[in-house]
């Protein structure tokens, strides 16, 4: 069974960076047979793809978000991690990390984060 | 690219029948069989309920099924049972280019 979970601060001030990186266990990303996504979901609002990261390093971004994201992958540790850049109190979310299905669905997905932006 | 348009609420009796429409544009609903569904229940993380338009992933009851017309796709909920109250999401694949996915709003389906 694949699990994945999210880890990183909480609380990020407004200008700088927010971090997370996703664990995955019970299936191995440089597999190569998956996509691996970030997603986010402000406080009582819909979700929002951020976007993905194949095994090789290949991204993908929302072109509302691509200028301050970066994903990025470390097959050795399991792990692929997002950094936003340039955080405003419009980033605060529940960030989720998901893996892609072959059809560009969302199978598995962590618990979710909660990051909020504040001085 | 815009999110895709869900009606911001839906409701049924314990029982009954309810669907839920999913409206985006040939670059996207229309233009692949891409269309997914989620089941968001407070303060949970989503749960695939149907991908590929109208396929279940193991383990979700047939009582849950997807169509596609044109640019709108649709979730049907039959039998409906209080558990199934919580908040509906579709996406779309949304480009051969550039691999893009989009969310609609979500839709809250009340169990009255």
């Known amino acids: 069974q694949v699990q994945l979970q999210e880890s990183g601060p909480g609380l990020v001030k407004p200008s700088q960076t927010l971090s997370l990186t996703c664990t995955v266990s019970?299936?191995?990303?440089?597999?190569?047979?998956?996509?691996w996504s970030w997603i986010r979901q402000p406080p009582g609002k819909g979700l929002e793809w951020i976007g993905y990261?194949?095994?090789?390093?290949?991204?993908y971004y929302n072109p509302s978000l691509k200028s301050r994201v970066t994903i990025s992958v470390d097959t050795s540790k399991n792990q692929f991690s997002l950094k936003l850049s340039s955080v405003t109190a419009a980033d605060t979310a529940v960030y989720y990390c998901a893996r892609v299905e072959g059809s560009w669905g969302f199978d598995y997905w962590g618990q979710g984060t909660l990051v909020t932006v504040s001085s | 690219q815009s999110a895709l348009t869900q009606p911001p609420s839906a409701s049924g009796s314990p029982g009954q029948s309810v669907t839920i429409s999913c409206t985006g544009t040939?670059?996207?609903?229309?233009?692949?069989?891409?269309v997914s569904w989620y089941q968001q229940h407070p303060g949970k993380a989503p749960k695939l309920m149907i991908y590929?338009?109208?396929k279940r992933p193991s383990g979700v009851p047939d009582r849950f099924s997807g169509s596609k017309s044109g640019n709108t796709a649709s979730l049907t909920v039959s039998g409906l049972q209080a558990e199934d109250e919580a908040d509906y999401y579709c996406s779309s694949y949304a480009g051969s280019n550039n691999f893009h996915v989009v969310f609609g709003g979500g839709t809250k389906l009340t169990v009255l």
């Open positions: 019970g299936g191995s990303i440089s597999s190569g047979d998956y996509y």
């Open positions: 040939s670059s996207d609903v229309g233009g692949y069989n891409y």
């Open positions: 990261i194949y095994y090789s390093g290949s991204t």
């Open positions: 590929e338009v109208s």
